[in-house]
T-cell receptor
Framework: GAGVSQSPSNKVTEKGKDVELRCDPI?????LYWYRQRLGQGLEFLIY????????KSGLPSDRFSAERTGESVSTLTIQRTQQEDSAVYLC????????????FGEGSRLTVL | GQQLNQSPQSMFIQEGEDVSMNCTSS?????WLWYKQDPGEGPVLLIA?????ELTSNGRLTAQFGITRKDSFLNISASIPSDVGIYFC???????????FGKGTLLTVNP
């Protein structure tokens, strides 16, 4: 597609439930990032995928968080047993090449945990 | 890890005024970038800077890559209401894929 697409745009869930967020990057972009943005805060790095290389999971806040990506296609971020502190906007971004910092962001998935 | 100090944290200005914000780092970067985030949207790239000392303009926006490679500023001239949003600086180390973001500057423009 023309841009990075994320779904759902809004998700309200009950504490303890699992949620899955989806990101469809720009076609041909090899790199994909997930960030978390709490209300009024900056961007918190979660995980990075580059082609078929092992992902950098160093930003995942706990083992309740996991993400997958097959090749250079869609990625899913899964949060198990959601907690209220997981409430945030989850942003996905893709990048064309290794040596550029030019990320293209989706509009984000707003997660609210009640 | 690398950290970026972005200031000011927020700004309230009148339409027509000029705006300046900056970022400093304890580490050097090969690329500095400035993004803008509108409410309910993802950040959008405004300007990318690739060389120390580089001064780049994009319409009413001007950004500079500091000579030391540890800082950058963004100026907005003759602000308008649609300039409202959060502005983020970001530094990129080159071959390293890591992109470090500042905490953002929230800009409010009063018409």
């Amino acid at each position: 597609g023309a841009g990075v697409s994320q779904s759902p745009s809004n998700k309200v869930t009950e504490k303890g439930k699992d949620v899955e967020l989806r990101c469809d990057p720009i076609s041909g972009h090899t790199a994909l990032y997930w960030y978390r943005q709490r209300l009024g805060q900056g961007l918190e790095f979660l995980i990075y995928f580059q082609g078929n290389s092992a992902p950098d999971k160093s930003g995942l806040p706990s083992d309740r968080f996991s993400a997958e990506r097959t090749g250079e296609s869609v990625s899913t971020l899964t949060i198990q047993r959601t907690q209220q502190e997981d409430s945030a906007v989850y942003l996905c971004a893709s990048r064309a090449g290794l040596n550029t910092g030019e990320l293209f962001f989706g509009e984000g998935s707003r997660l609210t945990v009640l | 890890g690398q950290q970026l100090n972005q200031s000011p944290q927020s700004m309230f200005i009148q339409e027509g005024e000029d705006v300046s914000m900056n970022c400093t780092s304890s580490s050097i970067f090969n690329t500095w970038l400035w993004y803008k985030q509108d409410p309910g949207e993802g950040p959008v790239l405004l300007i990318a800077l690739y060389k120390a000392g580089e001064l780049t303009s994009n319409g009413r926006l001007t950004a500079q890559f500091g000579i030391t490679r540890k800082d950058s500023f963004l100026n907005i001239s003759a602000s308008i209401p649609s300039d409202v949003g959060i502005y983020f600086c970001a530094g990129h180390g080159g071959s390293n894929y890591k992109l470090t973001f500042g905490k953002g500057t929230l800009l409010t423009v009063n018409p």
